[in-house]
């Protein structure tokens, strides 16, 4: 099973990246033509550049079908009907029963994975750095030089095998990947089994092997696979059957399930309940509902309770070198914050770097990403090799790095300063003599959580030097641009913290006497700063940093940073997210319509497609076996005609009866629901050949399907199988509407029916799928229309 | 001005509870056919019963006609794409500041009148207490209850009178009617000048005479108001005409910025941002958006700066008797929580009675609302003996009852406990002899803010007799009921905060040694379920409740109480909102479609109705006038007959144009935009006549426009003002489906085009609109539907 679904990853990563290709030539052609649309600006604006008809919308479409749609809108045929109107009361509180289990176990199961990545890395890295520590005592450098990059070599290595041989999808953070089902878009091969075991191993390895990156983004990722498990009943090959679990079968169900998840990650990386169902609503979910509020809140506080439990027990002593640090994250609510009206000043300061800094971390990944997106393309011994580079270069400069730096006299007032052995969280005094630390190697050797907190730590304000600070922010800005695109599970969240946190200390240590606030306080602000520049969310941000700091008072202070941050930010480029979003070519339909959208109808569009292909009620099997084959369409309209209309109509009315999914006819086919003759089957007949819970299935290809001649020469009636009720949308209306209804209300396809009402017209004259709505898609076909706006992103 | 508008608001009022009786009444004609539809189990489902298409569908609607919807939908007529394609860079960005100062200046004004009207009440409030407190030192006690009843007389009076002669709307907490506005339903005269004012006043008024209400839930509406206010430019009659400001002059601009009011509102309540922007985004939007989460967010970042200015001013002692005690609400920081996995039992034994005490509040108050509306409706007169009455028992009973108290030693540890004199929020010695306190009058005798802090109090476990305590509760549930219907602003937050705050300590106190935790907390915690037992937020008031408390280690049983109080709640009845607008009259549309609305078809549903009225592209003048005297429809499709269809198709087609709004009807009749023969316009001729700005005024009614006979048969070109892009649904589509896509895309008008393409055939068959969708009057004419799932709510 591993084998088969790595092969399926790498045809799609494959396919991925051909289209990115594509993507780029296509752009290339669009800027080649510019001389010929420029002349369209005089033209009337609603007119289409004719010499582009040669539909470039269908081929991008086609390039990328491997990426199905999924079907978030309830696919109203007869046999749902049948099965809604059956439903008994007990089988409805059966399914709101099973909702709320789902919801808890996915928050338990998630708490539970989240604390035994949290143990297996505090103690993994912990008994590694005291071995250092060992070495560096006995004055024996080159040993540890060796011992530290050997162990982290080896760790690093046994994550980007796993992700590379089994996994590929479990690399780098996953949120993307999550934004884009939420939105509509199936990832292939995202959320399985193997998926989740290389993640979590994946994960484990890679933090301890002290790479700059988080397990924030693999945890929600976890999360969310947690949750298409148990909502489909174990993995792909091993389905438990259960009948209440039928009900989840479908793409809505599973949908709110994935936000359950997502949220409950969020939650057990920073602890953070409210802040985990925010980040849901504001960064991961496209939709939303009250209700769904709701259950991921349920989620989240079992993922607390669950974590609060470990916390109680690993404060007794009984998880190894992991102390309740790993838990508690940040916890500085025992600082006094006080701040004054002058404070503003430097708090727009730390807003407009961390906005500017964040805007060109963004960009310069991009860059990044794009270089080892070729070296990644040319083959798996060339990713595990970019891998274990990087994380011989970081094991290199984590050592190499605090020789540079002073020696600092201990503080006795602290006393935690100077206990370098035993724990390893503690101030470390490497090279220096008795009494003394070393700063820097008290932020670089150490995992990543303590780094975090030893910069967020307040009432400490002359425990690291400017010098340190400098060193250890130039050299985490070049390990979070280096590290993020290899092949192992990586989170953005925290290298972002890093960087944020060291440059806040640094400015809080050079305002001096002027501000009153701690440089602790700073390090979280320009932490929260840099996040907003980067990932640009408000509110789920300053929610995180409030449960993270357990401060209230930090709150308005934190408010204003972020605002300001994601202002400056949005001036330059798109989130990051957006951005690796584009990179991997999926399909994301954005919340807002182009402004030029509105210059565009519907019918416009539809006139650059290929002409729809439309069956008939009761079809032949040939014709059907025929499209099939022949198009990659995932939605056929049925229509019938030549019905008896209504009274006062004319006879020859065409019937539109609705829409009927590629994998219902595939379904069909397989079953031979066969007709001798050409006539409507009865509701026996097709209770006999389907039940609603096999329709739900999403397997199965044309090829696999084998019709006989004799059969072919057969009829289907399609009445049942079709969904009668789709959405549509008359010629006229402008894409930008058409846009807001597709994405409001979650659809797959959309039908595009005629304004006139004549005899003999087509009664539907389109489909809309989410690639034709895509702003760039449009823009190759119409590339006249960004232009009259004086010109825009293009 | 006031006059005119409380004269519109009285006839607003008085149509609404026409509405309710009408209402009601259908209810009784329904259930009177009881027999006969019982027949109708054993029809196929999906029959229509004959025997009720006289509509009462269009009949109900008629009725609340005047209660307009809102257009939360473009417009795109012709002039609105001339405009949309002319707005210059400039003019966006125009746009986009005067959006971000409008909501910068809407955090200021709810924060600055927020301070305003705690300023008032601490000072009212304080003063007046510190009399009868003096009064009863002397052992005069008649002189004090004449006192305390005759000041609290005057203050009722003064806000009922405003209430009842000039703002009607002012009364309650507007938090319904927002509700409503945001779900596009436009209530009359809400958001006016005259109703802020009374508002500030009244509920200034209402709260320094020691109502058992709140000033929580009208600092939403003031917020709101601002918001209005400020998007119109000023008060009706006052408008400021800059040019900028016209952007805001549509109902989406205003729905956002009244989204930001009422956030800042919540905000200013409780000192907390992130609760409202949450409250908005849970209970009060409908319709929601990232970009919204940011601007709102930012409105009540500016609400908690100007907050924490005042409370910076108020502790160098300048506010009067106003201390950090009235901003800084119930801040229980400093409390060491403690709790064990023991304590579930005592924490999910408050979430289930907040749960049903919740909810029987929500029934009872049901009761005594209807009881009240009969009483109102008799007279001005009525409505101002109804508030008087109620502020004369409150008066009496805060002021009599702690003569039953016994009382208590002082407690020499808490330096607070027995300094009676000098400020308003300390124990209160009333008839004890000096050493000891009155614990009730402490509760009884002070401000409901005050009181509710005392209940919170941690460390004082035996401060508070258990008797005591139940006067308190039994009183405080009593006065909970009679207060909230009375003709002047009243929240509903603080007195169900004060119930649970009582019944919690009193189970805090019961505990006794079983518990760890403190009986304040234990208030804190029974407040929260009952919240979530009555109004069922979950997220919003958990991060209230954080914020309110400032201490995050409650969060998680927190979190255990809301969502258990909620989930018993939901088991007996809707949310206490819910309830309120139901029975307003309101027609909200809920989020989600009735189970049975699968088996209607929007077709069955246009059958129900009288046959849509379609106009011509050019139509004659009189066939208009007649169409807008002789209808209440809002909007009407626009038809071509006879058009020459592209290629292909038979002539004699029928197009769809749009629909056109009534007011733009009018607004054509009343600039005689009319045209000799019949011909369609050119651009220039629309251009001269009409802007874009002034189609957005809403004004006018038919009655008013005079036409000549000669003018009468001229023609109007309706081309250029109709909305040429509408969202349309096929008949064959549920009712639920449409209804998803209505309330999705935030729709006022949807048409029904037939599923059938011939000649001859009507292009629009229906219109639906928000009363259709509603389940009630989908009933009224369906009642079978529901009876088929086993009896429902019918």
Redesign the interface.
Known sequence: MEEDSSERAKEATGTLAAYYREETQVNEEVEERDPESNSSLHQP?LKRNKTLSSNPLALVGTKVSHIESLDYE?N?NDLF?QD??SRS?VQVLQYIFSKWTLACLVGLLTGLIATLINLAVENIAGYKLLAVVGFIKKQRYLTGLIYLTGVNFGLTLIAAVLCVCFAPTAAGPGIPEIKAYLNGVDTPNMFGATTLIVKIIGSIGAVSAGLDLGKEGPLVHIGSCIASLLGQGGPDNYRINWRWLRYFNNDRDRRDLITCGASSGVCAAFRA??GG??FS??EVATW????L??RT??ST?VV??VL??FIEICNSGKCGLFGKGGLIMFDV?NVIVRYH?MDVVPVTIIGIIGGLLGSLYNHVLHKVLRLYNLINQKGKIHKLLLSVTVSIFTSVCLYCLPFLAKCQLCDPDITETCRTNGRSGYYKQFNCPNGYYNDLATILLTTNDDAVRKLFSSNTPNEFQPLSLLIFFALYCILGLITFGIAVPSGLFLPIILIGAAYGRLLGISMGSYSTIDPGLYAVLGAASLMAGSMRM??SL??IF??LT?N?LL??IT??VL?IA?TVGDCFNPSIYEIILELKGLPFLD??PE?WM??L?VGELADAKPPVVTLNGVEKVSRIVDVLRNTTHNGFPVVDDG?V??T???L???????LILRAHLLQALKKKFFLPEKRRTEEWEVREKFTWVELAEREGRIEEVAVTSDEMEMYIDLHPLTN???????E???V??AM??FR??GLRHLLI???????????VIGILTRQDLRAYNILSAFPHLDR?K?GGKN
Do not use: D, Q
């Open positions: 604006l309830i109203e009907k809604w109107r009361k309940p409210v169902v925010l609503l504001e939303w509902r009250s209700a509020l709701w809140f349920f506080a607390v309770v609060r439990a609510s009206v408000t509110v300053c929610v409030l449960e357990n209230l709150l308005p408010m204003i605002l994601k919340a807002h402004p509105r210059n109808t019905v209309p209504p006062g109509l004319a020859g009315a065409t019937e539109t009866h609705g009668s009720t789709p959405y549509t949308v008359m006229s209306i402008s930008a509407k807001v209804l409001g209300v029916v005629p304004k006139y009402e004549a005899a003999g017209a087509s009664p009259s004086g």
